[in-house]
């Protein structure tokens, strides 16, 4: 060769290179014929399901870059930490991509050989020499930085490629972080599956980004096991799902449940609501127990013999022994519905003794006989009456003496008045569930038939459920692990999360090991010093987040006359749509309505939470109770006194005010004609 090309032209070739290999992978699995592999239809029907998987998730997305970053390492690293790949040069990408010979060309960022990307230091290299990233412009792979992981006499230095995706302004959907996650993450994204993790963090330290790239990694390394048992992440709400549901899929990963928690109770129709005492009450664990005795309370014990007529003989099994039979199994650690289907054939065992011991061998088809018996199936109708969850939740709500009797000892009297219908409704049907209501259902649900559980679940806002929602969640994961992502100063439902330890009881999951994540890659530096003020009020215990952000933001305050204020939130909104990026107003429910008015008057069009943001439409006015979650390039924020008074305390109204203050990436602008909280009122 004569002269060495320059880097950046061969990086370019190998990405060219590697994207034509992409092509040819997704052209193989195109062309594959399945009718002679297929022994029937539906085979065949879940081999081009895979194969339809396969050519979807091979597809080279425009505008996600292959690969992000490069390992030289000093050495060959085995085969089996390097997908198979030989050699001591490793790209890193979203997706393994290989050439003609099975030779990989990138690969993928959860395979062991990737972890030093993310992990390695110059105090602990990991046998890397050099780590470089990339940088793209538009698809364009257009600058390279490299770190030398062995001059460790020189600094460690910030990344600038680093920093400028983290200040990059945000516009659309959230992306994945995989070419930026920080070793304090990548402990949590590889923590092993065994094992249930809980992460405090503050606003921005990448909660949700964290819990998502846990899941596509989980499922990378324990792909077999998750296929069957199953992955769900949990969110607050559906604009907040739409807004994340794309991170999952740009990482290769389409087979991932979400749902709210509502979702997952969903057995009876939500249409009521309850007071936020009755919700309390009805979310606390106490109510657990209720249900448990309720569920239990329809078994009576045998006051008659059961006869079972075979033939010509008559076989006795006295009510003292059937007695002990119900007293056996309910002394077991069975579900309910369970233990009621095992009854027949305890019965038809008693038979069956008394047969043996007159000189009959009966084999196992006389025992489910007489398990069928009409005489067995009406004792155990008697004994043991089936269970149906509303129908049995609906009684404890209507039933005053019924409520009385299970809550005996566990719920008061007031606290009894609290939860019970003031009218009490005609049927499971017309009822007017509230959500706590459904979850009360799906707890006797559990009592009676085990839920299934799956292999991972992601929950996230977690500091929002109550007692009785985390064990609906936990009951879900009963055998598997959960990884639990929340910050205590969010929480904003009457009965939040107090601690950390308690949530994961409830979970079912006290073992698990707390983490917490401080550093904050949302909020400009200004903006969280602002927001953070509110801690002493709202969450004492917790650390303000610091801001890996290196521009302080564009932060103000303004407070106009009252009649003024829907006009100069308006002109802050046009103020914001003049930058780059997208705006989210946010405001109190009960504002939004007059400033939708108000933004259309003014000819500005606007979106409503969880609808795409794009570079046409950039603006979307936010109720404050949908804001937990999302972010937004420019905030500006509406009276943030009536952001406070629209929730049932001041505690809860800072939090919601913390929530809201704590959106933005570029800049914040707070529009007021009311007093501000007066830890914000004075200037710091
Ligand atoms: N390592 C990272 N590199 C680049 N961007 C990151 C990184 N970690 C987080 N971010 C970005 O920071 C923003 C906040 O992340 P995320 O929404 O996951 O935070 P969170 O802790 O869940 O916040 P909240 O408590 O407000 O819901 C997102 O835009 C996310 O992409």
């Known amino acids: 060769m004569s002269a060495t090309p320059d880097p950046l032209q061969r990086e ?24 002679d592999v297929a022994a029937n239809w539906v085979n065949a029907q879940v081999l081009q399901r895979q194969i339809e998987e396969r050519i979807a998730a ?34 890193i990408g979203r997706r393994h991509v290989h050439d003609a010979d099975g030779d990989p060309m990138v690969i993928d960022w959860r395979a062991p050989v990737s972890q030093p990307f993310y992990r390695a230091s110059k105090k602990e290299p990991l046998g890397v020499l ?10 364009e792979l257009t600058a390279y930085e490299d770190e030398d992981l062995t001059d460790t006499a020189g600094q460690e230095r910030a990344s600038a490629l680093l920093q400028a995706e983290i200040e990059r302004p945000r516009v659309g959907p959230m992306r994945d972080i995989v070419a930026t996650i920080q070793p304090e993450q990548d402990e949590i994204v590889r923590a092993g599956i065994g094992a249930s993790l809980c992460v405090q963090g503050a606003p921005g330290t990448g909660k949700t980004a964290v819990g998502l790239h846990r899941v596509a990694y989980l499922l990378y390394a324990h792909r077999e096991r998750l296929a069957r048992t199953g992955t769900l992440v949990i969110g607050p709400n559906r604009s907040f799902l739409r807004y994340i549901e794309q991170v999952l899929p740009a990482l290769g990963e389409l087979n991932v449940a979400q749902a709210t928690v ?28 209720v249900l448990r005795r309720a569920v239990r309370s329809g078994v009576t014990m045998p006051t008659e013999p059961v006869v079972v007529v075979r033939g010509s003989r008559r076989w006795r099994v006295p009510a003292y022994e059937l007695e002990e039979i119900v007293r ?91 939860i019970l219908w003031a009218k009490p409704p005609r049927s499971v049907k017309s009822a007017k569930w509230s959500a706590a209501d459904a979850v009360l259902v799906d707890e006797a649900a559990d009592l009676v038939t085990r839920t299934p559980s799956l292999g991972h679940v992601v929950l996230d806002e977690a500091q929002d459920l109550s007692p009785m929602q985390y064990r609906a969640v936990g009951r879900r994961c009963a055998t598997g692990s959960a990884t639990v992502l929340g910050d205590l100063a969010q929480g904003t439902t009457p009965w939040a999360t107090g601690s ?61 006359a009252g009649d003024e204020l829907d006009g100069a939130v308006v002109e802050a909104c046009r103020r914001a749509l003049g930058r780059e990026g997208s705006t989210g107003l946010i405001a109190a429910d009960d504002r939004v309505p007059v400033l939708a008015e108000a933004l259309t008057a003014a000819g500005l069009a606007y979106l409503a939470p969880g609808e795409e943001t794009s570079a046409e439409a950039r603006l979307t006015l936010v109720p404050a109770s ?12 509406d009276e943030p006194a009536a952001v406070v008074a629209a929730e049932p305390d001041v505690r809860t109204g800072l939090r919601r005010l913390y929530v809201a203050l704590t959106r933005a990436v570029s800049g914040l602008a707070v529009v007021h004609a009311r007093a501000l909280p007066e830890r914000l009122a004075t200037t710091a």
Not at 14 to 27: E, N
Not at 130 to 139: I, V
Not at 374 to 401: F, G, N, Q, T, Y
Not at 629 to 637: I, P, Q, R, S
Request: charged share 30%; no cysteine; glycine share 6%.
């Open 500 to 560: 950390w330890e308690e949530a994961l009881r409830h979970l079912g999951k006290p073992e698990a090991a707390v983490e917490e994540l401080t550093q904050g890659f949302r909020v400009p530096r200004e903006v969280i010093a602002y927001a953070s003020r509110l801690l002493p009020d709202i969450a004492p215990e917790l650390t303000p987040a610091s801001s890996v952000r290196e521009s302080p933001g564009d932060f103000t305050v303004r407070q106009v």
């Open 626 to 637: 949908l804001a937990k979650g999302l972010e937004y390039d420019y905030v500006v924020l």
């Open 262 to 289: 509502d979702d997952l109770v969903a057995h009876v129709e939500v249409r009521g609501t309850d007071t936020p005492e009755a919700a309390r009450l009805k979310g606390d664990a106490r109510m657990a127990e």
């Open 58 to 91: 091979l597809a080279d997305m425009a505008g996600t870059p292959l690969f992000f970053g490069r390992l030289d390492y000093a050495y060959a690293p085995g085969a089996d930490l390097a997908e198979g790949a030989g050699g001591e040069r490793f790209y």
């Open 130 to 139: 050099t780590r470089r990233r990339f940088g793209y412009t538009g698809g």
């Open 328 to 418: 056996e199994l309910l002394a077991r650690d069975m579900r309910y519905g369970a233990a009621r289907d095992a009854l027949p054939q305890r019965i038809a065992h008693a038979v069956l003794v008394r047969m043996e011991q007159a000189g009959e061998a009966p084999d196992d088809r006389v025992q489910d006989a007489v398990a069928r018996n009409a005489a067995v199936k009406a004792a155990v109708k008697a004994v043991w009456p089936a269970v149906d969850p509303a129908k049995l939740v609906l009684r404890l709500l209507s039933d005053a003496e019924f409520l009385a009797e299970h809550a005996d000892g566990l719920l008061d009297e007031d606290e009894q008045r609290t």
């Open 12 to 35: 370019r070739a190998h990405l060219a290179a590697s994207r034509a290999a992409l092509r040819a992978m997704r052209a193989d699995a195109e062309a594959l014929d399945i009718k």
